[in-house]
């Protein structure tokens, strides 16, 4: 099992900058790629940025691309995304998620935290 726990949502100005944190605990010596999704209501997850634990190689949806930034501590124990120029259109709920061997996809999912940018 992993736990995961998202923190630094918030309400921010159209133009300025987030970080999210995502503290992992559990069995994280399993974990092989993490990600982060957005949810807005009456819509599904959409994946924002993944990552692959071992190596740190990244990938962004192009809407992000050049404005955020996923990233994880040396020791593999926090997940960031650093969220500059943030738009109306980036407010969501956003989860942090794992990929972890024995596991079907993206298995281990926060509790999510919400992101509100106002125009």
């Known amino acids: 099992q992993v736990q995961l726990v998202e923190s630094g949502g918030g309400l921010v100005q159209a133009g300025g900058s987030l970080r999210l944190s995502c503290a992992l605990s559990g069995r994280t010596s399993d974990i092989y790629a993490m990600a982060w999704f957005r949810q807005v209501p009456g819509k599904d997850h959409d994946s924002v940025a993944t990552?692959?634990?071992?190596?740190?190689?990244?990938s962004y949806v192009d809407s992000v691309q050049g404005r955020f930034t996923i990233s994880r501590d040396n020791a593999k124990t926090t997940l960031y995304l650093q969220m500059n120029r943030l738009k109306p259109e980036d407010t969501a709920v956003y989860y942090c998620?794992?990929?972890?061997?024995?596991?079907?996809?993206?298995?281990?999912w926060g509790q999510g935290t919400q992101v509100t940018v106002s125009s």
């Open positions: 990552i692959r634990w071992q190596d740190g190689g990244t």
């Open positions: 998620a794992a990929a972890a061997i024995g596991v079907r996809g993206y298995g281990y």
